[in-house]
């Protein structure tokens, strides 16, 4: 019992905490002078990604067996499955209830502005689909590549772990220089630390979010050590907790940023910090694993790269359409499903 009230407490501290960090980094980003894009694929994904990367960073230099340095491996391909399905998942579905409770506010009051077509309208305009795809079509060649090093074997493999940093940094410079060429100016919430200053300190702006990326991180460690205590619980083999419960743990401070920030209207950012963070597990964990691992796959992480593949090419095709509705990215969540019911066969 004391791990499933302990699961609920870490999943509240970790949303709690993200409210906090989401409101400190957009002031970060303004202190910074970076675009609003950037402080979603860059400042926020950074922080949002440190729980997963580090789990992968400790696993391979410090596992005392070849095993114990592939729970790095695992990590390194869990992390992008879960934010190409279920992470895009939960921000159609959270999209679709506030279409439907805002139609359901026009619906008594008549005459309230209103810009909801329920979940047919497409998440953004031609320009947000456009920037979207081109994070996508960053993140699915080098995901290609990472998934086709598993396969073979060669001397010189684990020295082009560097190219993955390299890549990450080309990435990085390309969203900083990006400039914020998106619409006017908002005005953001104040921040939470010193709610009666209309312009924080900036002590105050970094301690906010130091000290909310350090909760997010121990809660997020100790979310997924409870899963791993409550999986034999309920029936499931210490190979199924790991590829299919572990890697939504690690997410879940993208997950719940994502909540928040379309709660409040900011869909760009929420996106933005998803594919942000995607571009950071292609590459940093992958960096790690292929220096410090053998960096080889069994069926199991084949098949998880299988079906992070697939729904990118499913995600890009529905922008290439011009189709990518909150419906159709709710969807995406389902190649989750998917490939639960591919390890059955695999695991038995």
């Known amino acids: 019992m004391i791990h499933f009230v302990l699961l609920l407490v870490c999943a509240v501290a970790i949303y709690l905490s993200c409210e906090w960090f989401v409101n400190a980094v957009e002031w970060l980003g303004q202190r910074l002078n970076v675009g609003k894009m950037a402080v979603g694929t860059i400042l926020a994904a950074f922080g949002t990604a440190l729980p997963e990367s580090v789990v992968t960073l400790v696993a391979v230099t410090t596992g005392a067996t070849q095993e114990a340095k592939n729970i790095g491996v695992g990590a390194a391909m869990g992390g992008p499955l879960a934010l190409a399905t279920v992470a895009y998942g939960v921000t159609g579905a959270m999209l679709l209830l506030k279409h439907r409770k805002e139609r359901a506010v026009a619906a008594v009051a008549p005459g309230a502005p209103s810009a ?5 309208a497409a998440v953004g305009n031609e320009k947000d689909i456009r920037r979207l795809a081109k994070d996508q079509k960053w993140f699915l060649p080098i995901f290609v590549v990472k998934v086709a090093l598993g396969l073979v074997a060669f001397a010189f493999k684990p ?6 940093f390299g890549a990450y940094a080309v990435y990085f410079w390309r969203e900083i220089r990006g400039g914020d060429d998106d619409e006017e100016d908002e005005e953001l919430e104040p921040l939470k630390l010193q709610p009666k200053a209309a312009a924080p300190a900036a002590w105050a702006v970094v301690v906010q979010t130091l000290a909310t990326l350090v909760v997010i991180f121990f809660a997020s460690q100790l979310f997924v050590k409870q899963l791993d205590a409550i999986g034999p619980m309920l029936g499931l083999s210490a190979s199924v907790t790991a590829l299919l419960l572990s890697p939504i743990a ?6 719940m940023n994502a909540v928040i920030w379309v709660r409040q209207g900011k869909t760009k950012l929420a996106l933005a910090n998803i594919s942000g963070a995607m571009m950071i597990q ?17 069926g199991a992480l084949l098949w998880s790269g299988l079906i992070t593949m697939a729904a990118i090419v499913y995600l890009l095709a529905s922008m290439r359409a011009r189709r990518l509705t909150p419906g159709r990215l709710a969807l995406a969540a389902l190649f989750y499903v998917v490939f639960g019911l591919g390890l059955i066969p695999i695991l038995a």
């Open 282 to 298: 292609a590459t940093v964990p992958s960096g790690l694993g292929l220096l410090f691992t053998s960096w080889k796959f069994d």
């Open 250 to 255: 690690t997410e879940l401070p993208e997950i």
């Open 159 to 164: 020295v082009l772990g560097l190219l993955f």
């Open 116 to 120: 909801v077509s329920g979940g047919a």
